[in-house]
């Protein structure tokens, strides 16, 4: 299963992106989509995930920011990102994978594949 990844690009203090991930195939049976950030010198963070039933889940710092969705038919995750703030710079990462209990949802470890990222430079 390959992730493919794009929509990033560079943006003002305010403005909005969507990026969007496609899988190659079918990831599994019931499978979560996430996508991850890392920022300069940090490391990978958890931004959104949505299960296969469409239940979505946020990191604090995005949480009525961000919108996390998804197309089952295409094995398609969006993810739109409104009034972005500098401390959102980073290179956002898709990620699959099925099994994926609620507890570890927000757990990179959690998820079996990912795509090669996307970068989203926000200056004021």
């Known amino acids: 299963v390959q992730l493919q990844a794009c929509g990033g690009g560079s943006v003002q203090t305010g403005d909005s992106l969507r990026l969007a991930c496609a899988a190659s195939e079918r990831p599994g049976s019931s499978y979560a989509m996430a996508w991850f950030r890392q920022g ?29 969705s998804r197309d089952n038919a295409k ?11 500098a401390e959102d710079t980073a290179v956002y990462y898709c990620a699959a994978g ?23 430079t926000v200056s004021s």
Do not use: C, M
């Open 75 to 85: 094995n398609t995750v969006f993810l739109q990102l409104n009034s972005l703030k």
């Open 40 to 68: 300069p010198g940090k490391e990978r963070e958890f931004v959104a995930a949505v299960r296969y039933s469409g239940t979505t889940h946020y990191a604090d710092s995005v949480k009525g920011r961000f919108a996390i």
């Open 98 to 120: 099925g099994g994926v209990i609620l507890s570890s949802i927000r757990n990179v470890a959690a998820y079996d594949y990912w795509g090669q990222g996307t970068l989203v």
